[in-house]
C-alpha cells in the first residue's frame, strides 16, 4: 500500500495551517496546537513569533515546529517539520519562507520572494521563476485580511482567490464559501467564528476553517478525520500513535483469494481525493471505465475494471527510440524521489536491461528486479535512491524506484496512485500506487512491482491519478470475475455480489 505520498499532503497542510493565534504585537509569544486523528491526539504544534533584524530593519519571524506520531500495516510512522517565515510587519507580505519535513525521506523548500518574483526552490528538482501578478495572494499563516474583509468584514458567501502556494512553488485557485457563525471554546477562552469551506481547485483539497472574527487568524482546522486547533503547553506530553487504517483502507467483507488474477471488477465507490482536480474524464481510460459523477474530488459512481495484458506487440526498440511529445518528455527526467540521474541507479538499470530485445523486455527486467529485491517496509526508502540501498519499502518506494529504473535509461514512466484490492479486515481497497510505462503506439502500460505483477496489473486496480490520494468513503464490490489459469478464458467465472 502507498503511504507517504498521502502523509506528506497532510504535512503540508499542517505546515500551512498549525499557526493559529499569533499576531503582530510586538512582544514575542510562544502558542501550541493539538492535532487529532480520528479522536486520536498524536501530534502537536509549537510556534514561536520573534521579531529580528535584518538590513536595519525590524522584521516579524515565525518559526514551527511539528511533532506528528502515526501507525499503519504495524509500521510506525514520526513525522517532524520545521518552518520558518520572515515577514514584513508594514506590509504583512513574507519574502522568505523554508518548509523541512522528514517522514522517512527528507523534504526541504525554500521561497524568497523579490519584487513580484518568486524564487522557489525544492530538494531533487530545478528551481522556479514565478511571476507574481497583483491579484495573486502571497499567503501567511498568521493573518488572511482578504478572508477578513470579504467574509467576516464583509457579506460575502463565496468567493475565489489566485493565492501562492509556497509548498508547491505555483499559483493556484482557492474557492472559499461560507458556513455560518459559531461560538468555541479553545485552551480555556471562548471564541466566536466565522466557518469557512475551503477547496482548492488545483489539488481537490478541501479543509474546514475555523477563523477568529477579531482577527482572522485559524482556531481551528478539518480536513479528512484530522483536526487541528489550539492547546496549551500541556499537549506536548499527551500525544499518543494514531492508526490510520480507517482513513486508507475501505471494508467491503468479500476475500477473492486470488487477488492476482482478477479479471473484471465492477465497484461502486465514494471516495474523497486530493492531490490534483479530477474529472469524469480523467477517471476513464484503458481497461477502467467510470459512471458517475464528480463534485469537488468528491467521486460517486460505479468503476468497471477489465485487466489488461499487454504483449509486447510493436515495442519500441531498445536503447528507447520513440519520439516523445513535450507532454511525456517530464517522464524521463529526473524529481523530487525520483533521482533517475543518481549514477548508481543508471549503472545499475543498465546492468539489468543490457542485452534486452526491445523496451519491453527492458522494462519488464527492471520491473522484476524490483520485485524480486525490494522486502515490503512501512515506511521503507520512500526516495528511489533510498529505496534501492536500502533495499525496502511500501508501495510508493517500489513505484518509484521502478520508474526511476526506466527513466534512467531512457523509458518514459510515472506513477499511478489509486487504490487496489486486498484480502486485508476480510477485503477491503486501500490507497495504492504503481507504475505505467510508455510503449510508443500502446502508449502507457501499468505495471505493479509491488504486487509482483511484473508486466500488468490485475482488475482490483482503480486509478485516480498521478498525484492524488485515496480517501474512502464507502466502496461495494458489485461484480468480479477471476480467470481460471488452468483452463484460460475459457475457465472465466462470474460471481453476483449479493
Not at 124 to 141: A, F, R, T, Y
Not at 197 to 209: F, I
Not at 239 to 247: M, Q, Y
Amino acid at each position: 500500500m502507498k503511504t507517504n505520498i498521502k502523509f506528506f499532503r497532510m504535512i503540508i497542510l499542517l505546515a500551512l495551517l498549525s499557526w493559529g493565534c499569533i499576531g503582530f504585537g510586538q512582544q514575542s509569544e510562544t502558542y501550541y496546537y493539538a492535532v487529532e486523528i480520528n479522536g486520536v491526539l498524536c501530534g502537536y504544534s509549537e510556534s514561536n513569533k520573534t521579531f529580528i533584524e535584518k538590513n536595519g530593519k525590524e522584521l516579524l519571524q515565525v518559526t514551527d515546529e511539528i511533532v506528528v506520531k502515526l501507525s499503519v500495516l504495524g509500521g510506525d510512522i514520526d513525522i517532524t517539520i520545521y518552518n520558518q517565515y520572515q515577514i514584513d510587519p508594514e506590509t504583512g507580505r513574507f519574502f522568505f519562507c523554508e518548509h523541512k519535513m522528514s517522514a522517512g525521506v527528507d523534504i526541504h523548500t525554500v521561497t524568497k520572494i523579490v519584487g513580484n518574483m518568486a524564487f522557489f526552490t525544492s530538494l531533487g528538482e530545478e528551481p522556479k521563476e514565478i511571476e507574481l501578478s497583483p491579484e495573486v495572494i502571497l499567503e501567511i499563516p498568521i493573518a488572511f485580511p482578504h478572508l477578513m474583509n470579504d467574509f467576516i468584514k464583509g457579506n460575502e458567501q463565496e468567493k475565489s482567490y489566485q493565492v501562492f502556494d509556497d509548498m508547491k512553488g505555483e499559483i493556484v485557485e482557492k474557492h472559499y464559501t461560507r458556513v455560518g457563525v459559531e461560538e468555541i471554546e479553545l485552551a480555556g477562552t471562548n471564541y466566536d467564528v466565522t466557518v469557512l469551506e475551503e477547496v482548492n481547485k488545483t489539488t481537490g483539497t478541501k479543509v474546514k476553517l475555523w477563523l477568529d472574527n477579531e482577527n482572522s487568524f485559524p482556531l481551528k482546522i478539518y480536513i479528512s478525520g484530522r483536526t487541528i486547533y489550539l492547546a496549551d503547553r500541556s499537549v506536548k506530553k499527551m500525544i499518543k500513535t494514531a492508526d490510520l487504517e480507517n482513513l486508507m483502507f475501505a471494508r467491503v467483507n468479500k476475500i477473492i483469494p486470488d487477488v492476482q488474477n482478477i479479471s473484471y471488477m465492477k465497484v461502486k465507490a465514494n471516495v474523497e481525493s486530493a492531490g490534483e482536480w479530477i474529472t469524469t474524464e480523467s477517471l476513464n481510460g484503458p481497461g477502467q471505465k467510470f459512471t458517475g459523477t464528480v463534485t469537488n474530488n468528491l467521486i460517486e459512481g460505479v468503476f468497471e475494471i477489465e485487466q489488461q495484458k499487454y504483449n509486447g506487440s510493436n515495442a519500441p526498440a531498445f536503447p528507447y527510440n520513440y519520439t516523445l511529445s513535450d507532454s511525456l518528455k517530464k517522464y524521463t527526467d529526473p524529481e523530487n524521489l525520483i533521482e533517475s540521474n543518481d549514477q548508481i541507479l543508471i549503472d545499475k538499470a543498465n546492468e539489468i536491461t543490457d542485452g534486452s530485445d526491445d523496451s519491453w523486455d527492458a522494462a519488464k527486467r527492471l520491473s522484476k528486479w524490483v520485485a524480486d529485491n525490494i522486502k515490503g517496509a512501512i515506511p521503507g526508502g520512500t526516495s528511489a535512491i533510498n529505496t534501492y540501498k536500502t533495499r525496502e519499502g511500501e508501495c510508493g518506494s517500489h513505484s518509484r524506484l521502478l520508474a526511476a529504473f526506466c527513466r534512467a535509461v531512457g523509458i518514459p514512466a510515472r506513477l499511478s496512485i489509486g487504490c487496489m484490492y486486498t484480502t486485508h479486515y476480510g477485503g477491503s481497497f486501500g490507497q495504492h500506487a504503481w507504475t505505467e510505462v510508455y510503449m510508443g503506439d500502446a502508449g502507457w502500460i501499468a505495471v505493479d512491482a509491488t504486487a509482483f505483477e511484473i508486466d500488468y496489473i490485475d482488475a482490483g486496480h482503480i486509478r485516480l491519478g498521478e498525484k492524488t490520494s485515496f480517501n474512502p468513503v464507502s466502496m461495494e464490490i458489485l461484480e468480479y470475475e477471476v480467470a481460471d489459469i488452468e483452463n484460460g478464458k475459457k475457465g472465466l467465472e462470474k460471481i453476483q455480489n449479493k
